[in-house]
């Protein structure tokens, strides 16, 4: 159990020296292209010094880290186990008896922890420092934002007989009151076909818990005269966080904070595509971690007297590219709705993943 134990902190340690090396080399490089991008597109309109642009390159950097993170694991297991394959130390380890497996499982487990932390602790903090950079870019280029600013606003919700339309000429005031409002109310026939039954315009109308709180409101029926009904109310089950995040983008919530986003949009009959694929995405990354360590140790793993190595290395680094792009294209295709959430996410990391276990055990096991 000593030996167990000891191959698994050695092994632990490289992995993690390796994945240094590249969190090093990967890290450096997106931080001084964000950094020159910060500097042309603030640096040319604003005055700022060097150590401003780098407090905003900093903001960004749990989020690009996040971005990243698949690829660091991916070249820094590649270097760990290339560096332990010319140094022969994986053939004294195989030559000792132990299997593919054995030698692999402290890279892998480690990868399937960080791909937790990642969702849980790196997307909340980068999606904090996002926040924090567009307020601190706003204020150094006097971006003032009206919040009365015209901004048109459409929400569907359903209904006991049919559903609701909401159209507004913009939404004020703390994102609870909308300007110029007309709810339409459209009943559905057995045969799924809507038709208007009535319809209520309002000079403004106030989100409240449950219901809304119109004022001024006129009702129209079909081939009835018009109604003017004064101050309503009218029940809805649309909340505060839906009219919020009704334009939010999915890569700026927290990961704590999709579920509840999914379900208030969801409620506003709003497109919940976006927001579904940015959380399996999120769930699926200790499994696109394992996928990239997984492509490493494929492409590594063979030994070094056999030759071929360093083709070999630069084989499993192109897999992982491809990988990214599949799964970029996945995620494409189901945030316009033609796949499903959980396949576009799960997809690619899980076949690159078989595939690569599938090389594994035909060379290592036979």
Do not use: C
């Not at 919940?272 to 995405?281: A, D």
């Amino acid at each position: 159990m000593a030996g167990f134990n000891n191959v698994h902190r050695y092994m632990l340690t490289q992995t993690l020296v390796g994945l240094g090396m590249s969190a090093g080399v990967i890290g450096a490089v997106i931080i001084l292209v964000d950094f020159v991008e910060q500097s042309r597109d603030i640096g040319t309109r604003v005055e700022i010094n060097a150590m401003e642009l780098v407090g905003l390159t900093v903001l960004k950097s749990p989020a690009l880290l996040e971005t990243t993170l698949p690829f660091i694991f991916l070249f820094g297991v590649l270097t760990a186990l290339f560096r332990l394959n010319r140094r022969s130390e994986l053939v004294v380890m195989r030559a000792s008896g132990m299997s593919a497996w054995r030698i692999l499982s402290a890279p892998m487990i480690l990868a399937l922890l960080v791909g937790i932390f990642s969702a849980l602790v790196l997307n909340p903090l980068g999606a904090a420092g996002n926040a924090a950079f567009e307020a601190r870019r706003d204020a150094l280029m006097n971006v003032r934002r009206d919040p009365n600013a015209a901004e048109p606003v459409w929400l569907r919700e359903t209904n006991v007989n049919g559903f609701t339309v909401i159209a507004a000429t913009s939404l004020v005031e703390g994102d609870r009151v909308l300007q110029n409002p007309a709810f339409l109310y459209y009943a559905v026939d057995e045969d799924g076909v809507p038709a208007l039954d009535r319809r209520i315009d309002a000079r403004e109308a106030t989100l409240q818990d449950g219901f809304w709180e119109v004022a001024d409101a006129i009702e129209r029926t079909p081939n009835t005269p018009s109604v003017e009904l004064g101050l309503i109310t009218l029940p809805t089950g649309i909340n505060r966080q839906a009219l919020f995040e009704r334009s939010r983008s999915p890569e700026g919530v927290s990961f704590w904070d999709l579920p509840t986003l999914i379900v208030s949009a969801s409620e506003a009959g709003l497109a919940t595509e976006r927001y579904q694929l940015r959380l399996h995405t999120l769930l699926a990354m200790p499994l696109t971690l394992l996928a990239a360590t997984l492509i490493a140790a494929a492409a590594t793993m063979r030994l070094q007297r056999l030759g071929g190595a360093a083709g070999f290395a630069l084989a499993g680094g192109l897999t992982g590219f491809v990988m990214f792009f599949l799964q970029e294209l996945l995620g494409s295709i189901g945030a316009a709705g033609a796949l499903p959430p959980l396949t576009a996410a799960w997809a690619a990391p899980a076949i690159t993943a078989l595939l690569a276990l599938t090389y594994i055990a035909s060379t290592e096991d036979g």
